[in-house]
């Protein structure tokens, strides 16, 4: 009873002669799929809440452990740069173990450097708490590049893409409550033991909930489902072990002119996101002085108003696959975003910030599937965890570059100097993006496989 046919053409294929029919019958849908794509969501939302807690309210964090701004933006830039070398490891395990170690290892080191956080909980113990927000950085190294491998190893043809979307709508609803929480549990007040208090109540909170995940991960979460899910899939898993050479095949997508451009252009537009989330608390205090909770609320609608953005990017992609149009209009409407906030942040009526912020995220955070999915297409037959994690290897790259440009920038020329740099690395990557071929190799493979 785990099992549902993947179209109406299933069964009617099924019945043909030969092993083109015994074929067909073998690509069904389990309805385990859900339940492992809400896991893997929830333990995503777990990690990316701990890499933006801290950035939430970097002005409470600096005078509680009496350290810079740039201190703090390094607990952020932290998980992009342990991700750039880690890659590659993590990738070829993929491709070695399967999902279920890459998942048990990730729900665990996520687990681990919540507990180590709250050793910190005094003034002079900052080094722990870098210690601990290192050890969740090496989490979301098994983390990140996910959501296209799980959609496909356990989606249908004609639902991949709303899983994608699904798969990273939780690591987005992580960074909206780590925009919202800390701010609620954590006033700014003089009291430094009162302060040390509420922080052991957030750090408490992380380290359970990430806990009881992990234990679920060890229950729950499997390898495969017993069926492929599509016949792109089927194809994969029918191929010899021996034919695949992981090293030919980052080789094959680093010669992939079309895969190599969005590459570059996700990783400035995701970049450009990074940056934003690391500084806004710091662009908002500086124009609305006193204002954190209404920072970490301007955080949460980017981040909202882009879940729902990234939700109907999937929806859109299965019902059209029109992937090269719609990446050039969501890229395009990111600039447009970026461009407006900047020239509305400083006008003094936080509702403005809250619409522009809205409409920002709205595009530029619905970009992330849009850009998984698209690799996927592009890269097949190759594996969705090695292009997913080049493209993330890109976005850690310019993330960290934007994110201290950026602040140095604020610091010497004011933040609106700082977000015209998003401003022109945006429009950049918009001219880049036009140069895309559509190339839709998976798509291709499941009509060349139906018609069959």
């Not at 701990?50 to 740039?70: E, K, L, T």
């Not at 290892?105 to 900052?126: C, D, I, R, T």
């Not at 662009?283 to 954190?292: D, L, R, T």
């Not at 036009?434 to 190799?441: P, S």
Request: charged residues 10%; neutral net charge; aromatic residues 12%.
């Amino acid at each position: 009873g785990m099992v549902l046919p993947e179209s109406a053409e299933a069964p009617s294929l099924s019945t043909a002669a030969g092993g083109v029919g015994d074929a067909a019958a073998e690509v069904q849908l389990s309805r385990l799929r859900w339940v492992v794509l809400l896991l893997f969501s929830s333990y995503s939302l777990s990690s990316s809440f701990q890499w933006i807690q801290f950035g939430s309210i970097s002005n409470v964090f600096m005078r509680f452990y009496d350290v810079s701004a740039f201190a703090i933006d390094w607990l952020s830039m932290s998980y992009m740069l342990i991700y750039i070398p880690l890659l590659f490891p993590v990738a070829w395990l993929l491709d070695k173990r399967g999902l279920r170690l890459i998942a048990l290892a990730g729900s665990a080191l996520n687990a681990l450097g919540a507990w180590v956080k709250l050793g910190s909980l005094k003034p002079h113990l900052f080094p722990v708490t870098v210690l601990g927000q290192v050890i969740c950085g090496l989490a979301q190294v098994f983390i990140l590049g996910m959501p296209s491998r799980i959609a496909s190893v356990w989606f249908g043809s004609h639902e991949v893409s709303t899983a994608c979307s699904i798969a990273v709508f939780g690591n987005q609803l992580g960074i909206a409550v780590g925009f919202l929480v800390p701010p609620v549990l954590i006033p700014n007040v003089e009291d430094v033991e009162k302060l040390a208090y509420r922080i052991s109540i957030m750090f408490f909170m992380t380290a359970g909930v990430a806990s009881a995940l992990f234990i679920l991960v060890i229950i729950v979460f499997k390898e495969k489902p017993p069926n492929p899910p599509s016949r792109a899939q089927a194809s994969i898993q029918s191929r010899p072990a021996a034919e695949y050479s992981y090293v030919q095949s980052i080789l094959r997508l680093l010669r992939n002119v079309n895969f190599l451009l969005l590459m570059v252009t996700y990783g400035l537009n995701v970049g450009c996101f990074y940056a934003l989330s690391t500084l806004l608390n710091r662009m908002v205090i500086h124009h609305y002085p006193g204002e954190e909770v209404n920072a970490g609320r301007i955080g949460l609608t980017i981040i909202l108003s882009g879940m729902v953005g990234a939700l109907i990017s999937g929806i859109w992609l299965d019902k059209t696959k029109t992937y090269k149009q719609t990446t050039l209009v969501v890229y395009i409407m990111s600039l447009v975003g970026m461009i407006v906030y900047t020239f509305t942040l400083s006008l003094g009526h936080l509702w403005v910030v809250f619409v522009t912020a809205g409409l920002l995220g709205f595009f530029m955070t619905g970009y992330l599937p849009l850009g998984f999915e698209f690799a996927a297409e592009l890269t097949y037959p190759e594996s969705e965890g090695t292009s997913s994690g080049l493209l993330n290897v890109s976005a850690q790259i310019f993330g960290i570059a934007f994110t201290i440009g950026q602040g140095q920038i604020m610091d010497h020329f004011g933040t609106k100097a700082g977000n015209l740099l998003l401003c022109s690395v945006l429009f950049l990557g918009t001219i880049m993006t036009a140069f895309i071929k559509a190339d839709l190799r998976r798509q291709q493979a499941n009509l060349e496989k139906e018609q069959t």
